[in-house]
């Protein structure tokens, strides 16, 4: 069997069960006494252990077992969480965080569990946790010979006190030996599936063959599994009878070598020793239907909430034979008006609408929740906070907000390094917060809402805001503007300075509060997504960072314009009006073109000379067409000489070649053939 068929199954259910260790664990910091969090924490560490094992990643089922000896006597109330603990299980899921990640990265670097190990081996002896000593991982003796269980199956010294020590615990070790069917094809998938059924029941401690030579089918058509459990042997044997081809099992109550040497065995023990607890299985007993294990996951998954995982590469895939149904459809439509077909174009418009309703589909099917992204930060904000040795609240609404899948994996550093900014340079310390008459816990807010075509992501805190007349005094000090510049600036202005460029300096930290480290690289990531990113703030009042970007960045609705002989394409969600105007309606403030529009003053924008498109000379009284767009509260005015009309395009990306031209923001097939560009109208109006 090759195991590498469930490795992203593996992977991904791993990277779902940490995340939920992650949020149990806090709110077990906020109750100690929750049983139901203790008892969700217990089954995904339970979960992990039994994947690992199966899949033959011994380092995290080793972790994983010592931590559920922890987790059970907290469950049991033989044991009371207090921040010790939680801080030793936290760095367990981190350590097994960097486990699960070593291994979708095919790494060969050493992650050492061992002193987690002894500080929960500690635990559970009720030993203390602190300091330098560390018991051992094991009494390893040294001397020892390998124990024996009943027939013959040896254990090694680690093997050997596990066993003991669940034992301790009320937990029975049994030996299953199981044989399957002569003729059996997929032996590899039947011992695996065995496996299973013995995972649902306990712990798989040991196969014998490995469970590398299972999967290779290196063994006759028997083999022997030592499992930890709680339930009986006639549990464990109908378990593992309901797996297709299994012909016989006997399990057989483990008696240790050493155990049958130092004291005589009980009459009751000897009796099923020498009897197991095991049937032949019939040929008229009722199997299990044949599937393949791949469709397990699946049918668990389609029971629990009627979902099944699908590799992103074919929703990708998917995607662009949509995109290019929409080109061909658009050329469809152009044959049929330029021939006048009426059959054409009636079935052009059925089309059109099979082709809308795909695309709808396939958009809502990319589409996931942002939570997914939010779920990783209250680990984060706890962290940081303790570091800080601050009191931080995080708030987080809207976490159902769904967004298109390629800005979800986009927008996760961004928000980590505004959150980083709001705990570590927006948030007084619980003192300074006291003597202005603030509630000692910071608050900080991270909230998603849907607005039109767009959603808003913003990260707000309650903290001391920015100064600016700091941040202005500082560009002034490195050169970005001149004094001059600087006095004519508004406040508000001001403050979205700190998205420059070269603004974060190890200075800006001491003197500006650090509210500018990084603010480009965040602005730089957001327009890469066709985002938009603004703050707010009031000294002493706290500030709010405003993150607007599309719901998708694949299939869009945009107007089509005409400068000279080229056609270019403006999002029309970054769209206002249109307007035609003459010359004499254009004034020039302070070497700017304006316009009026309904008492605003609004800048316009020549794309012709923006884009260097050569024109022939226009007549005065000409009338031109203006396309008002907006850059999120700020608007201006492009010229452009005729305007097309609305149509869906398809972006495609520039290619590395072409990365990096700002004005551009992508191109698009059009219907006949023809790339058009695509704008980027947050660039164009700088």
């Known amino acids: 069997m090759d195991i590498n068929q469930y490795m992203g199954m593996f992977l991904e259910e791993s990277r779902e069960h940490l995340q939920t260790l992650n949020s149990c664990l806090l709110d077990l910091e906020n109750d100690p006494g929750n049983l139901t969090v203790l008892d969700e924490i217990f089954r995904s560490a339970h979960t992990i252990k039994g994947m690992s094992a199966t899949m033959g990643f011994t380092t995290i089922a080793e972790l994983t077992h010592e931590m559920e000896n922890v987790l059970d006597m907290l469950r049991k109330g033989t044991l009371a969480a207090n921040d010790d603990i939680t801080d030793i299980l936290f760095k367990c899921v981190d350590t097994l965080e960097q486990l699960v990640e070593s291994v979708s990265s095919n790494s060969d670097a050493?992650?050492?569990?061992?002193?987690?190990?002894?500080?929960?081996?500690?635990?559970?002896?009720?030993?203390?946790?602190?300091?330098?000593?560390?018991?051992?991982?094991?009494?390893?003796?040294?001397?020892?010979?390998?124990?024996?269980?009943?027939?013959?199956?040896?254990?090694?010294?680690?093997?050997?006190?596990?066993?003991?020590?669940?034992?301790?615990?009320?937990?029975?070790?049994?030996?299953?030996?199981?044989?399957?069917?002569?003729?059996?094809?997929?032996?590899?998938?039947?011992?695996?599936?065995?496996?299973?059924?013995?995972?649902?029941?306990?712990?798989?401690?040991?196969?014998?063959?490995?469970?590398?030579?299972?999967?290779?089918?290196?063994?006759?058509?028997?083999?022997?599994?030592?499992?930890?459990?709680?339930?009986?042997?006639?549990?464990?044997?109908?378990?593992?009878?309901?797996?297709?081809?299994?012909?016989?099992?006997?399990?057989f109550p483990s008696v240790l070598a050493d155990e049958s040497a130092a004291a005589p065995t009980p009459p009751q023990a000897e009796t099923q020793t020498d009897k197991p607890v095991a049937v032949k299985k019939e040929s008229s007993a009722v199997s299990k239907p044949e599937k393949p294990n791949t469709n397990e996951h699946t049918e668990k998954k389609l029971k629990g909430g009627q979902s099944v995982r699908v590799d992103i590469d074919k929703l990708d895939s998917l995607l662009n034979l949509v995109g290019e149904l929409v080109i061909n459809k658009t050329r469809l439509e152009q044959i049929g008006l330029t021939h006048r077909l009426s059959e054409l174009v009636e079935t052009i418009e059925q089309m059109d609408r099979v082709t809308t309703d795909l695309q709808t589909v396939v958009m809502k099917v990319r589409m996931v929740p942002v939570g997914q992204v939010f779920n990783r930060f209250p680990r984060m904000v706890r962290d940081l906070s303790r570091e800080l040795n601050k009191e931080i609240n995080l708030i987080i609404q809207g976490e159902e907000t769904e967004l298109d899948r390629t800005v979800i994996d986009e927008i996760g550093d961004p928000l980590v390094h505004l959150l980083r900014n709001s705990i570590d340079h927006g948030i007084e310390h619980p003192a300074e917060r006291q003597a202005k008459g603030k509630n000692p816990v910071g608050e900080v807010r991270l909230i998603a809402r849907h607005e039109g075509n767009n959603v808003i992501i913003m990260v707000e805190d309650d903290g001391k805001g920015i100064n600016a007349d700091a941040i202005k005094q500082k560009a002034v000090d490195k050169g970005m503007i001149t004094q001059a510049e600087a006095d004519k600036l508004e406040p508000a202005e001001a403050v979205r300075l700190v998205f420059l460029p070269g603004f974060s300096t190890a200075e800006t930290i001491t003197d500006v509060s650090g509210r500018g480290v990084g603010m480009d690289a965040v602005k730089t990531k957001i327009e890469s997504l066709g985002g938009m990113v603004d703050v707010e703030t009031k000294i002493n009042g706290g500030s709010k960072f405003k993150i607007r970007?599309?719901?998708?960045?694949?299939?869009?609705?945009?107007?089509?314009?005409?400068?000279?002989?080229?056609?270019?394409?403006?999002?029309?969600?970054?769209?206002?009006?249109?307007?035609?105007?003459?010359?004499?309606?254009?004034?020039?403030?302070?070497?700017?073109?304006?316009?009026?529009?309904?008492?605003?003053?609004?800048?316009?924008?020549?794309?012709?000379?923006?884009?260097?498109?050569?024109?022939?000379?226009?007549?005065?009284?000409?009338?031109?067409?203006?396309?008002?767009?907006?850059?999120?509260?700020?608007?201006?005015?492009?010229?452009?000489?005729?305007?097309?009309?609305?149509?869906?395009?398809?972006?495609?990306?520039?290619?590395?070649?072409?990365?990096?031209?700002?004005?551009?923001?992508?191109?698009?097939?059009?219907?006949?053939?023809?790339?058009?560009?695509?704008?980027?109208?947050?660039?164009?109006?700088?």
Not at 122 to 141: D, H, L, M, N, W
Not at 220 to 248: G, P, R
Not at 610 to 635: C, K, S, W, Y
Not at 637 to 652: P, R
């Open 110 to 251: 050493t992650i050492e569990i061992q002193p987690l190990i002894s500080r929960l081996i500690a635990i559970a002896k009720g030993e203390p946790v602190s300091g330098t000593g560390e018991p051992s991982v094991r009494q390893a003796t040294g001397t020892k010979e390998e124990a024996v269980l009943h027939e013959g199956v040896k254990l090694d010294d680690t093997e050997y006190n596990v066993v003991k020590s669940a034992r301790k615990q009320g937990l029975e070790c049994y030996e299953v030996h199981v044989s399957l069917r002569v003729g059996c094809l997929l032996k590899s998938a039947r011992s695996y599936m065995v496996m299973n059924a013995l995972e649902e029941l306990g712990e798989v401690i040991k196969s014998v063959p490995a469970v590398e030579e299972l999967e290779k089918e290196n063994f006759d058509n028997s083999f022997q599994v030592v499992v930890l459990t709680t339930v009986d042997a006639e549990k464990i044997e109908t378990a593992v009878l309901n797996v297709s081809e299994v012909e016989k099992v006997e399990v």
């Open 549 to 686: 970007l599309p719901l998708t960045l694949a299939i869009i609705q945009a107007l089509l314009v005409n400068v000279s002989e080229e056609i270019y394409a403006i999002p029309l969600g970054t769209i206002d009006s249109t307007i035609n105007i003459t010359p004499q309606d254009i004034k020039t403030i302070q070497n700017q073109e304006v316009i009026l529009l309904r008492g605003q003053i609004i800048p316009i924008v020549r794309l012709a000379n923006v884009l260097n498109v050569p024109t022939a000379n226009t007549q005065n009284d000409e009338e031109l067409f203006v396309v008002i767009v907006h850059m999120g509260e700020n608007r201006a005015g492009i010229i452009v000489d005729t305007l097309i009309g609305q149509q869906e395009i398809v972006i495609k990306s520039m290619g590395k070649l072409l990365a990096g031209i700002k004005v551009i923001a992508g191109a698009t097939i059009l219907g006949n053939g023809q790339v058009a560009l695509i704008l980027d109208v947050g660039a164009l109006k700088q």
